[in-house]
């Protein structure tokens, strides 16, 4: 029989093989609850060691013992780190280092630019404004949040979303530099943000980023909290400027992870050094 290990049961649920390493990682949010398999571990005793850090469940008895595919549920009731190991005997045969987190929640304000030259007499609203509907919003913070709860233990939450109006013609192409100065384009959409926001969006028709070769379709200062977007890009684009926001930079070697720098090409994977730099 193979070697008994722990293994996830989903992608791009902050679980981590460590490259060039055996070891595994689990990232379990605080009072969120995970499940994750045992493999080739039959009759083994599974516990958590030092205890009391997260509640070890396994919730189809029937499984318990002879399958060799376990099901093994942990919930986090503490922060701090902890090692889920299964032994046969005395042998720990599987190792799950896992560490709780304290959910880090990130306030987030939800903008839609349109500009003075076109807005409507009446209503006020530009129609530069671009085709976001307001209803769109809750869909992209679930997608942030399906990335980013389970894999960095970071959680945005939604202030609110409104109208602005930038002074004067934005332009068809919302075109910002990649190093904004003072009363720029840049400047002045992000002016209009939410100052007790940690993370502000801007949604645009179109942008692009002068000097930039190629179509741009979101621009987020590393470390930054402001996003301009366009209406194009999905809600894994808007988590990969967020993660720029939070001061991630792009990553150009593996597909598989959320900062991979080509859009359409990206996975979600947030790596547990990514995660341990954005919030630990
Ligand atoms: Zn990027």
Redesign the pocket.
């Known amino acids: 029989m193979s070697r008994p290990n722990f293994s996830e049961s989903r992608a791009n649920d902050g679980f981590e093989t460590v490259p060039n390493s055996s070891r595994r990682l689990l990232l379990l949010p605080l009072h969120e609850t995970k499940m994750i398999w045992l493999i080739n571990g039959p009759r083994m005793r599974v516990e958590a060691s030092p205890a009391g850090i997260v509640k070890v469940f396994e919730p189809l008895a029937q499984q318990s013992f002879k399958n060799i595919w376990r099901q093994v549920v942990v919930r986090g009731l503490t922060a701090g780190k902890t090692t889920l190991v299964a032994r046969d005997g005395d042998e720990v045969k599987a190792r799950l280092s896992i560490t709780v987190r304290p959910v880090l929640n990130i306030p987030t304000a939800f903008h839609f630019v349109g500009d003075s030259t076109s807005a409507d007499h009446r209503t006020g609203v530009s129609s530069r404004a671009g085709k976001r509907q307001p209803g769109d919003v809750d869909s992209l913070i679930q997608t942030l949040n399906d990335i980013f709860v389970p894999q960095a233990a970071i959680r945005f939450q939604k202030m609110y979303w409104r109208y602005v109006t930038v002074n004067g013609n934005i332009g068809d192409s919302v075109v910002v530099s990649s190093s904004p100065v003072a009363g720029d384009l840049w400047s002045r959409i992000t002016s209009l943000g939410e100052r007790s926001a940690r993370f502000n969006v801007f949604f645009v028709r179109d942008m692009d980023v002068n000097g930039l070769a190629g179509n741009q379709g979101?621009a987020?200062a590393i470390g930054g909290n402001d996003c301009i977007i366009e209406d194009s890009e999905d809600g894994v684009s808007l988590a990969?400027?967020a993660?720029?926001a939070l001061g991630l930079?792009?990553s150009s070697t593996r597909k598989n992870r959320l900062?991979?720098?080509i859009t359409g090409q990206r996975g979600q994977f947030i790596s547990r050094v990514e995660a341990d730099r954005i919030n630990s």
Request: avoid cysteine.
């Open positions: 979101g987020t990969h400027e993660g720029h930079l792009d900062m991979y720098s």
